[in-house]
T-cell receptor
Framework: EAQVTQNPRYLITVTGKKLTVTCSQNMNHEYMSWYRQDPGLGLRQIYYSMNVEVTDKGDVPEGYKVSRKEKRNFPLILESPSPNQTSLYFCASSSLNQPQHFGDGTRLSIL | KQEVTQIPAALSVPEGENLVLNCSFT??????LQWFRQDPGKGLTSLLL?????REQTSGRLNASLDKSSGRSTLYIAASQPGDSATYLC???????????FGAGTTVTVRA
């Protein structure tokens, strides 16, 4: 089954404790992206990757890092999480001219 | 930066009524326009993708149109059902096709 898998689905952690949210897709898509969704602000892009070893900043990249060492994986790293990064995070992937496929989301709470 | 607007923010209709959801965008160099559905606590599901060279796309009871000159897209859902209750988001694909700018969504409630 074609899918984008995010882990964990839920996480409660504390300020400053490094965390990684994994994202994996099985569709051989070249493009992957991370979004955060906040009430009243909608979906905003954090980082995206056009292919392996190619990443670029989206609209709200501050406080986040990404890497794309393999085509199927695109982890999101919060080196020193802060409460303003409490949000619902989505990973997505696609190929050129095709709809984006989204994961089920990761709900992060940073205390 | 592209701006995407969806009005109204919420809509409630009786079952069987046709739904009309509006999306406006500011980027005249739009590459494509996508409509998504989001159920509470879930991810986004792609409904329709309209390339900039197309005027509309159809899938079952859904039809989406694209008018680049006026900067508008409309999603029509015929004969609405309670299962259509969800938030519908439109997203504009800009110059490189991959980057999407999302509207805030329209939350639809279909009353049985």
């Amino acid at each position: 089954e074609a899918q984008v898998t995010q882990n964990p689905r839920y996480l409660i952690t504390v300020t400053g404790k490094k965390l990684t949210v994994t994202c994996s897709q099985n569709m051989n898509h070249e493009y992957m992206s991370w979004y955060r969704q906040d009430p009243g602000l909608g979906l905003r892009q954090i980082y995206y990757s056009m292919n392996v070893e190619v990443t670029d900043k989206g609209d709200v990249p501050e406080g986040y890092k990404v890497s794309r060492k393999e085509k199927r994986n695109f982890p999101l790293i919060l080196e020193s999480p802060s409460p303003n990064q409490t949000s619902l995070y989505f990973c997505a992937s696609s190929s050129l001219n095709q709809p984006q496929h989204f994961g089920d989301g990761t709900r992060l709470s940073i205390l | 930066k592209q701006e995407v607007t969806q009005i109204p923010a919420a809509l409630s209709v009786p079952e069987g009524e046709n739904l009309v959801l509006n999306c406006s965008f500011t980027d005249s160099a739009i590459y494509n326009l996508q409509w998504f559905r989001q159920d509470p606590g879930k991810g986004l599901t792609s409904l329709l993708l309209i390339q900039s060279s197309q005027r509309e796309q159809t899938s079952g009871r859904l039809n989406a149109s694209l008018d680049k000159s006026s900067g508008r897209s409309t999603l029509y859902i015929a004969a609405s059902q309670p299962g259509d209750s969800a938030t519908y988001l439109c997203a504009e694909g800009g110059s490189n096709d991959y980057k999407l700018s999302f509207g805030a969504g329209t939350t639809v409630t279909v009353r049985a």
